[in-house]
C-alpha cells in the first residue's frame, strides 16, 4: 500500500483543471459538429479578451492618449495576435473612387469640433458601436485576441498577469473591467483549484473533529482517515493517467470520496468493537467482521458504484466522466478498507478502536433509538400514512423545478466575474454570439441583392428581441460600403443596400483588393457562405431556446438555404436537453440495478419495494426543495439526484444487510428489526452526521450552484436518515414479508 502511494503521488500532483464548453460534447455530436464548421470557417469565437472601462466622456484628449498607450502595451504581451481599441479602429472612404482604410484617430485630437466629429463617427460605426464604445461614448473596451496555437492554461495565466500589471498602473484613473470566455475558463480554474483545496482541508477537519468528538480514540480518527486520503490519493492519480481533468462536476469527488469512505469504515469498525465486547478474540472478531459486514459494505459500495457509474450513459461527457470516475473511487474505499483495516486491527494493541462510552453521546442514541424502534413496532401505519401526506406536500414544490442553464451560471451574482460580465452587457453589448452560417451552395451566392435584403430583414427581426443587442452581417458590411460611394451625389444618412449584384460584386473585390479584415470574418473565401453573429445576454437555457424556435421558424419561412445555428450560446443552451434526458436515465437505470440486487439478495418482491421507497423519497425532497428554492436543473446541479440516490442506498442496504444477519440468528422478524434498528441505526446516525459534515463545507463555495449542492445534499442525507429509521422498518410490519432465511451462522 506505501508502495502505491508514493506511485500515485506523482501522477496525482499533475492534475489540471479547465472549464470548456466543447468539453460538455462528445466529437460526434451535431451541435459540435456545427460549432466546427464555424471554427473552420470563421474562426473561432472564444479567443478574445475584453477589458473595458467607464468614464463620463470617453472622447477626450487625455483619455484618449491613455487608451493608446495602453493599446500598444497590450500589443507587447506574449501570445497576443491583436489588439483593437478606438485609438486602432479603421474607418472605410472613398478616395477618389477607391475604397481607403485608414485609421480614424490617426493623431489624438485637440480642438472640440474635431472631438464632436470624432464622437458622431465612432458612434455611428455599426462595427464600433457596441462593440468597442457605447452610443452615449461613456464606455470603452479593448479586444484582445490570443493566438490560437497558444490559446492554452499556462499562457492564458501569463496573458492575465501582464494585463493586470498593465492595468494596475492606471487603477486610479479608470476602474477597468475584465471579461471574454478566454478570461473566464482561467479565472474559473484559479477560483476552482482553490476551492478543491478548501473542501479537501474543511472537510477533512469537520470530519476529524467528529471523529474524536464521537469516539475519543486516536486509532478511531486515523484508520478511517488513512482509509479515504489514499482513496483520494489513488482516484485523483487514475484521473490523470485516463487522460481527465477537474471541472466544477468532478471537483466535487473529494468531499464525497472523503465521506463515502469514512462511513464504511466507520461500519467495520463498529462491528469490530461489536464482536470484542461480546468477548471474542482479535482475530475471531476480525473475520466476523469480514464475514458480516464485509458483504454488506461491498453490496453498498457497489450499488453506490451503480448509482454513479450510471451516469455513463450521458451524452453530456462531463457527467460521463464525472459518473465514471466517482464509482472507480467508491471501489476503490471498499478495496482499501477491506484490506488495509484487518491488517490495521491485527497489529493494534487496543480491544477496542472505538471509546464510544466515554462520552454522552452514545448513551444517548442508545435511548432515543430503542425509542425509535419501540414506536416503530406499535405506530408503522400512522408513520407510513405521516410519511405519506408529507412526502405528498414536500413533492407539490417539484412542480416549481425548471430546467435552466446559463454560461455564467456556477458564480455568484456578487463575484466580480459577474460584475465584470454584467458592465459589458449594460455598458456596450453582450459577450455571448448566436452564430447563423448562411451556405449558398455556390460561389458568389452569398453577394446577391435577394439574400443580402433578406438577411438585412433577418436583422431586424433578430434586433426584435429584448435580449439581443447587436447583430453583424455582410449586409452592414456592404451597406457601408455603398454610403461611402453615393455620399459625394447625394446627402443622406440612411445606409442602405445596392439595388444590382453587379455592385456588390463590384464592392465585395474593392474589399477584397484592400483586404478588409471585417470581410473574412463574414463570409467564406468563395463568398458561397456568409456570417450573421448577434449578441446575446446570458439569458438562460430555457429563455435562448424559446428564441431559438422563433428564429427556426423564420429560418424556414425566409431562407431556402442551408441555415446553421451554432455559437457559444447555442453550445450552453442545448446542453439542457441533454441533461434531462441522461438524468432520468442514469436514475431509471441504477432503481432498476439496486432492485435486481434486493431481488437476488431477498428473492422477495415485496422486499423491492420495500427497500426502494426510502431510495425514492430523499430524491422526490431533493426535487422539492430545488422547486422551493427556485434551483433551476443545469449542468452542475444535475448530478446531486445521483449523489443523493448514492448516498440513501448506502444506509438502505447497510441497514438490510444488517436485517437479513439478525432474521438468520433470530428468526423472529420483530426481534430482529429492533436489533437491527438500535445496532445498525448507530451507525447510520454517525455516518450521516459525518457525511452532513462534509458536505457542508460546499455551502462555502464561491460558486452558487456548488454552495447549493451543500444544500441540497445535507437535506437529502437528513432525509435519507429518516426514510432509514422510520419509513423503512414500518414498512417490514406493514407488509410482512416472507423472508427465506438460510442456514444460522455459528457464533465466533
Not at 462511513?263 to 464482536?275: E, G, L, P, T
Not at 421558424?553 to 431556402?560: A, L, M, P, Q, R
Request: some cysteine.
Amino acid at each position: 500500500m506505501i508502495l502505491l502511494i508514493f506511485l500515485a503521488i506523482y501522477p496525482a500532483s499533475q492534475i489540471t483543471t479547465d472549464f470548456n464548453l466543447e468539453g460538455f460534447y462528445r466529437e460526434d455530436d451535431p451541435v459540435i459538429e456545427d460549432y466546427q464548421l464555424l471554427e473552420d470557417e470563421f474562426g473561432r469565437d472564444d479567443n478574445t479578451i475584453l477589458i473595458g472601462f467607464r468614464a463620463d466622456d470617453i472622447i477626450k484628449p487625455e483619455i484618449l492618449r491613455d487608451i493608446r498607450d495602453l493599446t500598444h502595451r497590450f500589443e507587447e504581451i506574449p501570445y497576443i495576435e491583436s489588439v483593437r481599441s478606438i485609438t486602432n479602429a479603421e474607418q472605410i472612404r472613398n478616395v477618389q473612387d477607391q475604397l481607403d482604410f485608414s485609421p480614424y484617430i490617426p493623431e489624438i485630437p485637440e480642438s472640440d469640433d474635431e472631438l464632436s466629429s470624432l464622437k458622431s463617427s465612432l458612434t455611428e460605426d455599426p462595427f464600433l458601436s457596441g462593440l468597442l464604445i457605447n452610443q452615449n461614448a461613456t464606455a470603452t473596451s479593448f479586444l484582445l485576441t490570443i493566438r490560437e496555437a497558444d490559446n492554452t492554461y499556462p499562457n492564458r495565466n501569463v496573458i492575465i498577469n501582464q494585463i493586470n500589471e498593465i492595468t494596475g498602473e492606471y487603477s486610479g484613473d479608470y476602474t477597468f473591467r475584465k471579461s471574454g470566455i478566454p478570461f473566464f475558463r482561467n479565472q474559473y480554474v484559479n477560483l476552482l483549484n482553490g476551492e478543491i483545496f478548501i473542501y479537501i482541508g474543511l472537510s477533512s477537519v469537520l470530519i476529524i473533529l467528529l471523529l474524536w468528538y464521537l469516539y475519543r480514540s486516536i486509532w478511531g480518527v486515523l484508520f478511517p482517515m488513512i482509509i479515504v486520503w489514499t482513496t483520494l490519493l489513488f482516484t485523483v492519480a487514475i484521473i490523470h493517467l485516463t487522460g481527465g481533468y477537474l471541472e466544477i462536476m468532478s471537483s466535487t469527488i473529494a468531499p464525497i470520496l472523503l465521506c463515502v469512505g469514512v462511513a464504511d469504515a466507520v461500519h467495520m469498525i463498529s462491528k469490530y468493537d461489536d464482536a470484542r465486547e461480546s468477548g471474542i478474540k482479535k482475530r475471531a472478531s476480525i473475520i466476523e467482521m469480514l464475514k458480516t459486514l464485509g458483504s454488506a459494505t461491498f453490496l453498498t459500495s457497489v450499488t453506490t458504484a451503480i448509482g454513479f457509474a450510471s451516469l455513463l450513459s450521458s451524452s453530456v461527457v462531463p457527467m460521463a466522466r464525472f459518473g465514471a470516475y466517482t464509482a472507480a473511487g467508491v471501489l476503490l474505499a471498499y478495496v482499501i478498507t477491506i484490506f488495509f483495516l484487518p491488517v490495521a486491527l491485527s497489529k493494534s494493541r487496543k480491544s477496542r478502536v472505538f471509546n464510544e462510552k466515554s462520552g454522552s453521546f452514545y448513551p444517548a442514541i442508545q435511548t432515543i433509538l430503542s425509542r425509535i424502534s419501540a414506536i416503530n413496532r406499535v405506530h408503522y401505519k400512522k408513520i407510513l400514512l405521516f410519511g405519506l401526506v408529507g412526502t405528498t406536500i414536500v413533492a407539490l414544490g417539484i412542480k416549481n423545478v425548471d430546467v435552466n442553464g446559463k454560461v455564467f451560471d456556477d458564480l455568484g451574482d456578487d463575484t466580480q466575474l459577474m460584475q465584470d460580465s454584467r458592465f459589458f452587457s449594460e455598458q456596450l453589448a453582450p459577450q455571448f454570439p448566436m452564430e447563423f452560417i448562411i451556405n449558398t451552395g455556390e460561389p458568389d451566392g452569398a453577394g446577391t441583392i435577394d439574400l443580402l435584403q433578406r438577411v438585412d430583414q433577418f436583422e431586424e427581426f433578430l434586433l426584435g428581441f429584448d435580449e439581443i443587442h447587436r447583430v453583424i452581417g455582410l449586409n452592414q458590411l456592404i451597406k457601408e460600403v455603398h454610403y461611402i460611394f453615393r455620399e459625394n451625389n447625394e446627402v443622406t444618412d440612411a445606409r442602405t443596400l445596392p439595388d444590382s449584384d453587379a455592385t456588390i460584386a463590384q464592392y465585395l473585390l474593392l474589399l477584397e483588393i484592400n483586404d478588409a479584415p471585417e470581410l473574412n470574418r463574414l463570409t467564406d473565401f468563395d463568398y458561397s457562405k456568409l456570417r450573421v453573429t448577434a449578441f446575446t445576454e446570458d439569458a438562460g437555457s430555457k429563455r435562448i431556446n424559446e428564441i431559438r424556435d422563433e428564429i427556426d421558424g423564420y429560418i424556414y419561412d425566409h431562407f431556402t438555404e442551408d441555415v446553421t445555428v451554432t455559437g457559444t450560446t447555442i453550445l450552453s443552451a442545448d446542453l439542457t436537453d441533454k441533461i434531462v434526458y441522461s438524468l432520468v436515465w442514469s436514475i431509471l437505470i441504477a432503481l432498476v440495478a439496486i432492485s435486481l440486487i434486493m431481488t437476488l439478495l431477498f428473492r422477495n418482491v415485496k422486499m423491492v419495494l420495500i427497500s426502494l421507497v426510502p431510495n425514492v423519497i430523499p430524491l422526490l425532497v431533493i426535487a422539492s426543495v430545488m422547486g422551493f428554492l427556485n434551483v433551476d436543473i443545469k449542468p452542475s446541479t444535475a448530478v446531486i439526484f445521483t449523489i443523493a440516490l448514492g448516498i440513501a442506498v448506502d444506509d438502505s442496504i447497510h441497514y438490510l444487510a444488517r436485517f437479513r444477519i439478525e432474521m438468520q440468528r433470530r428468526g423472529v422478524m420483530n426481534a430482529a428489526l429492533s436489533a437491527t434498528t438500535i445496532k445498525t441505526g448507530r451507525a447510520i446516525v454517525v455516518t450521516s452526521f459525518i457525511l452532513i459534515a462534509g458536505f457542508g463545507t460546499l455551502i462555502t463555495s464561491a460558486f452558487a450552484s456548488t454552495a447549493m449542492m451543500g444544500i441540497l445534499v445535507c437535506s437529502t442525507i437528513f432525509a435519507a436518515l429518516i426514510a432509514d429509521l422510520f419509513i423503512l422498518p414500518s414498512l417490514f410490519y406493514w407488509l410482512r414479508p416472507d423472508i427465506k432465511i438460510g442456514k444460522k451462522p455459528e457464533l465466533l
